[in-house]
């Protein structure tokens, strides 16, 4: 247990909706990102939040937004789904932001289906 | 464009036997560099990270190596478990105009077979 977790476990909508994960980083860890992992992208790297701030983009959809609250939980929504969205979604989180070699601790996922 | 590099795309090994999966990349400017092991279905887990001054980072029976001239790391598992059939990945991470960018390879796939 990484002591990252992530709401919902799975996910099943039709196309042209629009669903937000939630994801609770590690107590003490300001940094969270997200990252979609599909089989034929792999991993990749979509936001990062800091302390409520952006900090970094990655290949983020214009129909893809996110969000970290003051209690540094963060949300990300998904919005006009299309069948290429179906993916898993991670949230990982880490103490810092900027340079530095500090530990992401990933957490288990939210399975997306778009039917 | 950067990339990362990874091979062999799958390996087969009995339990016990040694393996050493490799990465290459093209990524400018380098902060460092990361092993991943990803269970099927779960989240990746932290192996190893690696700064341009280190060479070699050990956890346990994983070994990485770093060779920032040739741009090369290989991951080393010794004597290896049912449990470590899972995807390495390696990732290495940019910083640009003090961004975190992160370029991941497609990771290989290891089975362990008693």
């Known amino acids: 247990d990484s002591g990252v977790t992530q709401t919902p476990k799975h996910l099943i909508t039709a196309t042209g909706q629009r669903v937000t994960l939630r994801c609770s980083p590690r107590?003490?860890?300001?940094?969270v990102y997200w990252y979609q992992q599909s089989l034929d992208q792999g991993l990749q790297f979509l936001i990062q939040?800091?302390?409520?701030?952006?900090?970094a983009k990655g290949n983020i959809l214009e129909r893809f937004s996110a969000q970290q609250f003051p209690d540094l939980h963060s949300e990300l929504n998904l919005s006009s789904l299309e069948l290429g969205d179906s993916a898993l979604y991670f949230c990982a989180s880490s103490v810092a932001w900027r340079e530095s070699a500090d530990t992401q601790y990933f957490g288990p996922g939210t399975r997306l289906t778009v039917l | 464009k950067n990339q990362v590099e990874q091979s062999p795309q799958s390996l087969i090994i009995l339990e016990g036997k040694n393996c050493t999966l490799q990465c290459n990349y093209t990524v400018s400017p380098f902060s460092n560099l990361r092993w991943y092991k990803q269970d099927t279905g779960r989240g990746p887990v932290s192996l190893t990270i690696m700064t341009f001054s280190e060479n070699t980072k050990s956890n346990g029976r994983y070994t990485a190596t770093l060779d920032a001239d040739t741009k090369q790391s290989s991951l080393h598992i010794t004597a290896s478990q049912l449990s470590d059939s899972a995807s390495y990945i390696c990732v290495v991470i940019s910083f640009g105009g003090g961004s975190y960018i992160p370029t991941f390879g497609r990771g290989t796939s290891l089975i362990v077979h008693p």
């Open positions: 107590s003490g860890d300001l940094s």
């Open positions: 939040y800091y302390n409520g701030e952006e900090r």
